[in-house]
């Protein structure tokens, strides 16, 4: 990486403001998933051991520039002290006197936890009197928050133009791993696109055709790509403004040669929340009064073989509605794949990375990302505000 991280500057003895990116699932106060808390330790670790005064930024939830009494980072400061094994300030506000009050009373190897920054309106505006405020308080910034890095916020790009600015250690692995897996790919390179919607992956899948060799598609866009062919698809889910488009990237993997495979049989339900006169059928075999929930067997195993021949598979979206047990097998038999394939694995997206923890295959995988809109915009090779405006070696 061309950008400077922690391990580039002195921090000793200096205030440190570190963007982290602790939007984590809450449930009735609860944290249900801590990974990006952990992930965000050897930063923590390193900043502490260097002497520095540690001061924490991150947003929870989309409380959209208001208070919002469940979306506070209480419970994150509470999870974080537990894991450093030492106590962690909170402040109930991101800026203003007391937090100033707050962070110059730090000692060297102090953490302080500030309040979710999405409660100011000029988070997400990225207003510039809002960064100042954030920089105020510190000598130096960090971004860490890899999963927000594709947002130009007040506390992930502002605050980069008013302090020296650096990497963290999990945005430097995020950036490295992903970085090196698509510059300069190991062949068969695979490519696995699913989830729900086409809107969101149709850049990620045409970047995905010009550089990997195999695309496997599955998930609720895949019935688009069917529809688009003629095929007869029930009530599954489908986008009827890109059906021209799905044609013209089917054409192109053509072109370039490449292996573009599409579910040959599918599970349908009548309902997709639960199994009802769910069965198995062919690809132009979808009931009017059904839709597909799952890639069918043949699929699965189609799927799994081309992931067994990889040496880099990218993943990102799930295969079916995986969150029902009747309708995981596909999504499960890819992540077993995945996990079975001696290529390396990547995983990038929230539900992708959530499913692999589901099947208790997350040790397995050689990289699952924290980003999921983060990863997707890098894979497609859009550059990410939240690392542009860190300082260059
Ligand atoms: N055939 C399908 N019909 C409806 N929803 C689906 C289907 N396949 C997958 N999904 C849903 O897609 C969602 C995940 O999509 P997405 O957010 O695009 O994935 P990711 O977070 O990994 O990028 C899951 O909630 C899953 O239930
Ligand atoms: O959870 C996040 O995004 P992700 O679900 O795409 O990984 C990040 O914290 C960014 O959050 P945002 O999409 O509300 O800006």
């Not at 923590?44 to 001061?55: D, M, N, Q, S, T």
């Not at 937090?99 to 309040?115: F, I, P, T």
């Not at 999963?147 to 130009?152: I, L, N, T, Y």
């Not at 688009?228 to 489908?238: D, K, R, V």
Request: charged share 25%; net charge negative.
């Amino acid at each position: 990486m061309n950008k400077k991280s922690i391990r580039d500057i002195d921090v000793k003895g200096k205030k440190v403001f570190v963007r982290v990116d602790f939007n984590v699932p809450l449930e009735n106060g609860a944290i249900t998933d801590d990974t990006r808390i952990r992930e965000t330790l050897p930063t923590i670790r390193f900043l502490i051991e260097k002497g520095a005064k540690v001061i924490l930024a991150s947003h929870l939830g989309r409380p959209k520039g208001q208070v919002v009494e469940e979306m506070r980072l209480t419970p994150v400061a509470a999870r974080l002290s537990e894991l450093l094994g030492k106590p962690v300030a909170k402040a109930d506000e991101a800026v203003g006197e007391a937090v100033q009050a707050k962070a110059s009373a730090l000692n060297e190897g102090d953490v302080l936890l500030l309040e979710n920054v999405r409660f100011y309106e000029g988070e997400e505006k990225n207003d510039p009197e809002l960064a100042k405020a954030f920089a105020s308080l510190a000598d130096i910034f960090v971004n860490d928050a890899f999963g927000a890095a594709h947002r130009a916020h007040a506390s992930t790009e502002g605050i980069a133009h008013f302090l020296p600015a650096v990497s963290g250690l999990l945005m430097e692995k995020e950036l490295d791993v992903l970085g090196k897996a698509l510059n300069n790919p190991e062949r068969p390179f695979t490519a696995i696109v699913g989830g729900s919607k086409v809107k969101d992956k149709i850049d990620v899948i045409n970047k995905m055709i010009e550089i990997a060799d195999n695309i496997l598609i599955g998930g609720g866009l895949s019935y688009t790509f069917l529809k688009a062919q003629g095929h007869e698809i029930g009530l599954s889910l489908c986008d009827d403004s890109k059906l021209d488009l799905v044609l013209e990237f089917v054409e192109k993997a053509k072109k370039l040669g490449k292996n573009f495979l599409l579910p040959v049989d599918i599970v349908v339900s009548e309902d997709f929340k639960a199994a009802v006169n769910a069965e198995i059928v062919g690809q132009g075999g979808i009931p009017a009064n059904k839709e597909g929930v799952d890639i069918g067997p043949k699929t699965r195993e189609l799927y799994a073989e081309v992931i067994k021949n990889s040496k880099l598979v990218v993943w990102n979206g799930p295969m079916g509605v995986f969150e029902v047990d009747d309708f995981a097998n596909g999504t499960r038999a890819v992540a077993q794949a995945c996990a079975e394939t001696s290529g390396y694995t990547v995983i990038g997206g929230g539900d992708s990375a959530a499913a692999v923890e589901k099947f208790r295959l997350a040790d397995k995988m050689d990289h699952i990302s924290t980003g999921g809109g983060a990863s997707l915009e890098f894979m497609e090779g859009k550059a990410l505000p939240g690392v542009v405006a860190l300082n260059d070696k």
